[in-house]
């Protein structure tokens, strides 16, 4: 069973940045896609960011130029650099890691954009 464990959340103005972490507990985090999800209030989740095994980024539109997923192996960490923040990028930003069939979700981490 693998957990991840998000850090890194908290309340920023307009334009501002943070910096998401996301620790997988597993042994075999090399193995995994990474991605982060978020959800607003009364809104589906959506998909954010995704980093394949190999290092290959896919972002959602809104968030390119702006936000950067990136990982580091051998700390068994996902990282979501988040800069130029906008109000509709509030939110609850989940970690997600997938390595068919298998998919784990961490608890979230509230993002607050709000001056």
């Known amino acids: 069973q693998v957990q991840l464990v998000e850090s890194g959340g908290g309340l920023v103005q307009p334009g501002g940045s943070l910096t998401l972490s996301c620790k997988h507990s597993?042994?075999?985090?090399?193995?995994?896609?990474m991605a982060w999800y978020r959800q607003a209030p009364g809104k589906e989740r959506e998909l954010v960011a995704t980093i394949t095994i190999s290092g290959r980024t896919i972002y959602e539109d809104s968030v390119k130029g702006r936000f950067t997923i990136s990982r580091n192996n051998p700390e068994r960490t996902t990282s979501l650099q988040m800069s130029s923040l906008k109000p509709d990028d509030t939110g609850v930003y989940y970690c997600?890691?997938?390595?068919?069939?298998?998919?784990?979700w961490g608890q979230g981490v509230q993002v607050t954009v709000s001056s």
């Open positions: 597993g042994s075999i985090f090399r193995a995994f896609n």
């Open positions: 997600n890691a997938k390595l068919d069939p298998r998919e784990y």
